[in-house]
């Protein structure tokens, strides 16, 4: 059985990024969807990490790194859940693009969709109802 955040000296605060694995040398295609697509900025890597390829993303409040991985293999299951002011609009550019954007109706009173990246990661967007 766990504990409490109240009986211990710790509190989670909060979420600082997500990590997604992508194939080598595919930097170029994670930007055209991350920032091209859904709005990040690319954000520069510290050495020694740079060198291993990958890339980072984030607008502030939203923090994705995608990570080099040997043997890469898409998360089909596993996911981040995106926050979205305006999810039709997006729905609509990614669709555009070529990009299959499947609804989900399953969860009462959520307005949700997945999305796969270019490397095949699920990425599930929920619109925010602003």
């Known amino acids: 059985m766990g504990v409490a955040s109240g009986d211990v000296g710790f509190t989670v605060t909060g979420l600082d990024h997500v990590q997604l694995a992508m ?13 091209g697509r859904l709005g990040l900025r690319r954000l520069p890597k510290p050495e020694p990490l740079a060198s291993r390829g990958g890339c980072w993303f984030s607008n502030g409040a ?6 080099v991985e040997d043997g890469f293999r ?9 926050l979205v002011d305006g999810l039709d609009d997006l729905a609509a550019e990614l669709s555009g693009a070529g990009h299959e954007v499947r609804p989900d109706t399953e969860l009462p009173g959520v307005r949700r969709c997945y999305v796969d990246d ?13």
């Open 118 to 130: 270019p490397f095949g990661n699920r990425l599930e967007l929920i619109d925010t109802g602003r």
């Open 74 to 82: 898409p998360a089909r299951k596993a996911h981040p859940a995106i």
């Open 62 to 67: 939203v923090t994705i790194h995608l990570g």
């Open 23 to 35: 194939p080598a040398g595919e930097e170029d295609r994670a930007e055209a969807f991350y920032a």
